[in-house]
């Protein structure tokens, strides 16, 4: 193993979901800035609208969501009615209507039963356009996809799915704490297929207890067999001081530095000799799909859901601990059921935390996502094109420069490449350009 790649992979760094990042929101943001945000917004703006559902039958030990276990109907009901009653607020609040992308998360989404969730999906239709040019995604467990909520998804105009598999080794699901053997994963595609939904994804992840490079291998031929159109693939991401849960995971167990890269290279390997293209950081897509069409193109983009071809001007949040982004900025919910559904019942949005952009956040946010996209970036360029000398973000040529001697970029005046060997640490690149970022590593995860 090469010493300096084993040590920029033992670095941490932000996922880059978003710039500013999540934990430099303020609780300055709330209801009177959702509100004035909201009505701001062009009657004709396109709208992304996230659901989150924080809720699963079972929690899973490596889990690192916003969610908890239930049994009951009860609480998914009272859920439900909350929800309908966000949607009612969120659409007087404001005179755009358009929607160009749905995504429930979780948590389980398709917990809520057909029912609920047809419930859900007609109110969002009877408020705002929905069409058949909306993409509308869903996260799911493949352990309680039945027949019938298959077929609610398809009549709810669902047009792609994701299902979680993580591992399909048995003695590495049972040390993350997921039993989820490759039949049922293959039964839920097919079911999901059979409905109507083509559209599938999978999400693999590397770095659990107990993987070897042999296991992830496996994992991504048997995942690859079921001709999905995308694969995600996540480093395993030990944080027990921030979920209580992976406290379950023997943390001797968890793989080193060293061996999370080769399962990633491995992984990389697996899936491109199986015929998909590598697509930004993580991400794996057919040749076809219209991800990796964008890719290529240079119209990719990165939200709060990964890598994505949406580019409403809106992101708007549903449901606890779900964020958003408005032109001005972003938005968090209520991360306890409790508070969100006292605002929302008392109509407040039940925003508590979020950040105002600065002209300065939007520019280094351009240069991050160009990074996490298209692994390269004219830093000079995007300073001009926000109004900034062409020296504004010089200061990140210090850390670009250590790069630089390891390999991982190539700097030509100020545009930086990152190399074909630094494509698994471009999130230490785009930390070069982050104004917020925190010297403390325990707030972020492994590089790689």
Not at 34 to 53: I, K, Q, T
Not at 64 to 86: F, I, N, V
Not at 235 to 246: D, E, I, L, R, T
């Amino acid at each position: 193993m090469d010493p300096a790649a084993l040590a920029l992979a033992e670095r941490s760094a932000p996922r880059y979901t978003s710039y500013p990042t999540a934990p430099h929101f303020s609780k300055e943001i709330g209801d009177a800035q959702m509100r004035e945000w909201l009505a701001a917004l062009d009657p004709h703006a396109s709208l992304s609208l996230y659901f989150h559902v924080p809720f699963c039958r079972e929690i899973c030990a490596y889990c690192g969501c916003h969610t908890k276990a239930t049994q009951r109907e009860a609480p998914l009901t009272s859920y439900k009615e909350t929800l309908l009653r966000e949607i009612e607020m969120t659409a007087r609040a404001t005179r755009a209507r358009g929607v160009s992308s749905i995504h429930w998360g979780g948590g389980t989404p398709s917990i809520l039963g057909p029912a609920r969730f047809m419930e859900v999906v007609t109110r969002v239709r009877e408020l705002f356009d929905v069409t058949h040019e909306t993409e509308h995604a869903i996260e799911l467990d493949p352990r309680i996809l039945d027949a019938e909520m298959a077929a609610a998804l398809a009549r709810a105009g669902v047009t792609r799915a994701s299902f979680g598999v993580q591992d399909l080794n048995e003695h590495v699901q049972r040390a993350a704490g997921r039993l989820q053997p490759f039949e049922i994963v293959e039964r839920a595609v097919a079911t999901l297929r059979s409905a109507g939904v083509s559209a599938i994804n999978l999400d693999l992840m590397y770095g659990l207890p107990h993987q070897s490079v042999a296991d992830v291998e496996r994992t991504a031929a048997m995942a690859a067999s079921l001709d999905p159109q995308r694969l995600a693939v996540f480093g395993y991401a030990h944080v027990p001081w921030f979920k209580a849960n992976q406290k379950l995971i023997d943390a001797s167990a968890l793989p080193g530095a060293a061996e999370r890269l080769a399962q990633a290279a491995a992984v990389r390997a697996a899936l491109e000799g199986a015929g998909y293209d590598a697509v930004g950081l993580d991400h794996f897509a057919r040749p076809s799909d219209p991800l990796a069409v964008a890719a290529r193109e240079g119209r990719m983009r990165r939200n709060f859901q990964g890598y994505t071809i949406d580019s409403a001007m809106a992101l708007l949040p549903f449901g606890v601990s779900s964020i958003g982004r408005l032109p001005q900025g972003f938005v968090g919910n209520a991360t306890d059921v409790a508070g969100w559904r006292r605002a929302v019942e008392d109509d407040r949005f039940p925003v508590t935390r979020g950040l105002a952009f600065s002209i300065e956040d939007l520019a280094r946010a351009d240069v991050i996502e160009r990074l996490m996209c298209e692994f390269s970036a004219d830093f000079g360029e995007i300073a001009l094109e926000h109004g900034f000398a062409v020296d504004a973000f010089d200061a990140a040529r210090a850390p670009l420069s250590g790069l630089e001697r390891d390999g991982v970029v190539e700097v030509a005046a100020r545009r930086v490449k990152v190399t074909e060997r630094g494509r698994p640490f471009v999130r230490l690149v785009a930390a070069a350009f982050d104004a917020y970022l925190e010297t403390a590593a325990a707030r972020h995860s492994a590089a790689v």
